[in-house]
Structure formats: C-alpha cells, structure tokens
C-alpha cells in the first residue's frame, strides 16, 4: 500500500530487530522511518519536521511498547542516519537530536544539504529556474513554480552533521552503506545482513522521481540507472525494505522492472521527439495537463530523460542559431 501506517518488525539473519516506524511527513506522504537495534542503536531517517510527522515519530515508538513490548523509546537512539538528503527524510534531525543523544550522519555529498540548507536550496533554485527558463514553459508559470519549490522547503533550520561517511561500513556496528547516486547526490542504501534499506532508490510500487544533473549535480539518469544496475550486483538479500510503501521479497524483479519502466519512458520520450519539441512539450506528452507540484515534478521527470537522451546523442537541439546569439533561449529538441 501507498501510505500503509502500520509498525513491522524484521529480523535479520544476524539477529538484529528492526522496526519500521511509518510517519505521515505531508498530507497522504507516509515516509517509513526504520529502527535498527544494532549497537548503537540506530534510527534511518526522520521524516518531514512538521509538528504532526515529530509527534507521529515519537507515538510510533509508544507503539513499540504496545505491539511489540519493545521497551525502547526516542531518547534511546544513539544514531541517526539520514538516506538522503530530501526533505520528507531529514527534515525531522533537529526534532530527534534534540529528543535522544543521536549523532546525526549523512553521505558526505547531502552533507550540505543539512549544514548548508538554505545556501544550497538558493543555488539549486537558481540552476531550476534556468533549466525552466530554457523549457518554453510559459513565464509567469515559471514564477509560481519557483514560489512553490521554495515553500514546501522554507521551514527547516541547519544544523551541523556529526559525521559523514560513503562507501562502506558506517562507523562502528553491522550497517554498510551503498553509494546509490542518482534521486539524489548522496543517496545510499544501507545494507544490514540480509536486509537492505533502499531507501528512495528502489521502491514496491512507484519509481522515484528523477530530475536533470543540470539542476543539481550527481543526480540524472544516467546516475540513476548505473546504480540500479550496481545494487543488482550486491547478493545476499532476503527482503528490501524502501523509504516508502511496503518491504520487497523480491528487489531484483523490482530493480529490473524498474529499469524497464525508464527504458519505455525514454522510448515515450523519443517517439515525441520525431518532431522539434520543447521540455515543456514532452512534458505535455508524457503527463498530460498537471497540478501544482505535480507540473514542477513532471518537468524534472521530462528533463531527465530528455537530458540522458541528448547526453548519448540520441536527440539534439535544432535551434542552434539562438542558441548562438541567446544566453539563455528556449531549447527545441529533436530525435537524430
Ligand atoms: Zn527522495
Ligand atoms: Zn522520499
């Protein structure tokens, strides 16, 4: 399901419990939180930060109790690690450091995305509008957009991250981190003996969204599927237990028909480009006519692909002479 809330415990075949703690981070956007009772104690990712999600978070532990007599509570967790740096699962760390003795860690590429925050959502917004610029999409539509993405973010505060780490063991205890770039720059799965966390990488139901590397480096789809293709690679997993809806029996039928669902949209992609289209077009094409988020979604979704299109030369720009006397123009593309 979706936004299944119910708390689950897994076993791991070394014997470590591990909860899952679902949280509401937006309306009708459950984000599961999990609890890894390895030494130290471990909790994956926060949710949103909204006043609802942190007490949502601190009942599921009262949960715990309940459902499974686990008598554990926040202020038990010794480690908080995040998945990845967006803000459905990091915008809760001041909520849970200032709850428990948690050091806070990150991959060090969404490092700055925690310490840096409003630096980088400057900066990220910057590169969004030129991107949104060059789409044909209509410009005061461009503006409201821009107003949209700055507000479902403006709330969180900065703080320092106590550590950092990439590929490999995460300090001390059994979590080894997979680099997974691609949703994100910092992205990792984190693997605990036959479990594997995939955090926003790979999905039971939905394939997470992508957006362009011109937006935001490390990320794209060429990222994306080089590191579907790289988790594949990790043997040993009994279940995949992803950042949102439900626990994967089997993750390689889901990494490969994830991997199918991209190659049918970049085919999508292409048929629309036998004719001169902007990203606003194919847009149009892929998603038909969206709604608030929805729009900014589809068009980074469109950009992806149309960007790992052009990457591999399979499309190009037909407009090029104002490409040559324009800073920024409107991009048309078409299918070589
Ligand atoms: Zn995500
Ligand atoms: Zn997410």
């Not at 950009?303 to 190009?316: F, K, S, T, V």
Request: charged share 25%.
């Amino acid at each position: 399901m979706k936004n299944d809330k119910t708390l689950r415990k897994y076993k791991s075949s070394g014997g470590v419990d591990v909860y899952k703690l679902p949280v509401e981070a937006f309306p009708n956007h459950v984000t599961n939180c999990y609890l890894v009772m390895d030494d130290p104690i471990t909790l994956l990712d926060t949710a949103s930060g909204w006043d609802t999600a942190n007490a949502e978070l601190a009942a599921c532990f009262d949960g715990l109790r309940e459902k499974f007599g686990a008598k554990i509570s926040l202020k038990d967790v010794g480690r908080l690690i995040i998945t990845h740096g967006h803000i459905d699962h990091f915008g809760g760390v001041n909520f849970v450091v200032r709850e428990s003795a948690a050091e806070l860690g990150i991959h060090e590429l969404d490092a700055s995305v925690i310490q840096n925050f409003k630096e980088r959502l400057l900066v990220s917004s910057t590169n969004l509008h030129l991107f949104l610029a060059r789409s044909g999409m209509p410009q005061e539509e461009v503006g409201a957009l821009l107003q949209l993405n700055k507000w479902s973010k403006d709330t969180f505060v900065a703080r320092p991250v106590d550590f950092t780490f990439d590929e490999g063991q995460v300090q001390r205890g059994k979590l080894t981190a997979f680099h997974t770039p691609g949703h994100c720059p910092g992205q990792v799965c984190l693997r605990l003996d036959d479990i594997l966390f995939t955090a926003d990488h790979v999905l039971s139901r939905i394939t997470p969204n992508q957006s362009p590397e011109a937006i935001t480096r490390w990320t794209g789809l060429g990222h994306y599927v080089q590191s579907l293709k790289e988790i594949r690679k990790v043997d040993g997993i009994r279940i995949g237990l992803g950042g949102h809806e439900d626990e994967m029996d089997d993750l390689d039928a889901r990494i490969l028909a994830t991997l199918d669902f991209h190659d049918s949209r970049l085919n999508k992609t292409l048929d629309l480009l036998k004719e001169p289209k902007t990203v606003h077009d194919v847009s149009r094409g892929l998603f038909g006519k969206q709604m608030n988020y929805n729009i900014l979604l589809a068009m980074l979704e469109t950009g992806a692909h149309m960007e790992y299109l052009y990457e591999r030369g399979r499309i190009a720009v037909t407009n090029i002479e104002e490409v040559e006397n324009e800073l920024n123009p409107v991009l048309v593309y078409q299918q070589q």
